[in-house]
């Protein structure tokens, strides 16, 4: 599986924007780059996905660099229910179901 | 809609004992899976099923781990004997259809076994 690089932690102001840096060099055309969170003491939720264009959502925003080789996840205003640890997953398109977890960024925001 | 329901959230227990994790998925999934969490491992896949059927366990940690599906609304994850080692936090996560799609968690069973 192709791997992806987080940095471990990240700080933010609330109700300024987040840019959550992925990098992932290795990664092959038919792979989908998802991101969940984990907020504390529940399970991962899924945030966004995308494969070549940036995307959308009501949670947040997704950008894609051209050559694919690294993603930000945007949120736009942050919250203090943002602070989460934010997982950037590669997904082959082609293959099964898995989700391969990483060690992920953890978001901290402050007041 | 009601999420993945995931039963008991607390259990502690003896080494040696049998325990028993139960999973209900989101209705209308066909795929279902069963995380492990721990602070030295992070977050671990254990084993999948599409369908009812297990399609990769190659997760399960040994013989003393064991999953079911005996039909689209129930899953099961049986350790017996239990040990110190297996402590965590199990996830049962749902999705449906290929692997683009999102898979829905539950809020775990957090496991201590003493």
């Known amino acids: 599986d192709a791997k992806t690089t987080q940095p471990n932690s990240m700080e933010s102001n609330e109700e300024e924007p987040v840019h959550l840096p992925c990098n992932h060099s290795?990664?092959?055309?038919?792979?989908?780059i998802h991101w969940y969170r984990q907020l504390p003491s529940q399970g991962p939720e899924y945030v966004i996905h995308?494969?070549?264009s940036n995307v959308n959502n009501r949670m947040a925003s997704l950008a894609i660099a051209e050559d694919r080789k690294s993603s930000t996840l945007i949120l736009h205003r942050a919250t203090l229910r943002d602070a989460a640890v934010y997982y950037c997953?590669?997904?082959?398109?082609?293959?099964?179901?898995?989700?391969?977890f990483g060690g992920g960024t953890r978001l901290m925001v402050k007041p | 809609d009601a999420g993945v329901i995931q039963s008991p959230r607390h259990e502690v227990t003896e080494m040696g004992q049998e325990v028993t994790l139960r999973c209900k998925p989101i209705s209308g999934h066909n795929s279902l899976f069963w995380y492990r969490q721990t602070m030295m491992r992070g977050l671990e896949l254990l084993i999948y099923f599409n369908n009812n059927v297990p399609i990769d366990d190659s997760g399960m940690p040994e013989d003393r781990f064991s999953a079911k599906m005996p039909n689209a609304s129930f899953s099961t994850l049986k350790i017996q004997p239990s040990e110190p080692r297996d402590s965590a936090v199990y996830f049962c996560?749902?999705?449906?259809?290929?692997?683009?799609?999102?898979?829905?968690f539950g809020d775990g069973t957090r496991l201590s076994i003493l």
């Open positions: 995308g494969l070549t």
């Open positions: 996560a749902s999705s449906w259809g290929q692997s683009i799609q999102p898979q829905h």
């Open positions: 290795t990664i092959s055309g038919t792979d989908y």
């Open positions: 997953i590669l997904r082959d398109g082609n293959a099964g179901n898995m989700l391969t």
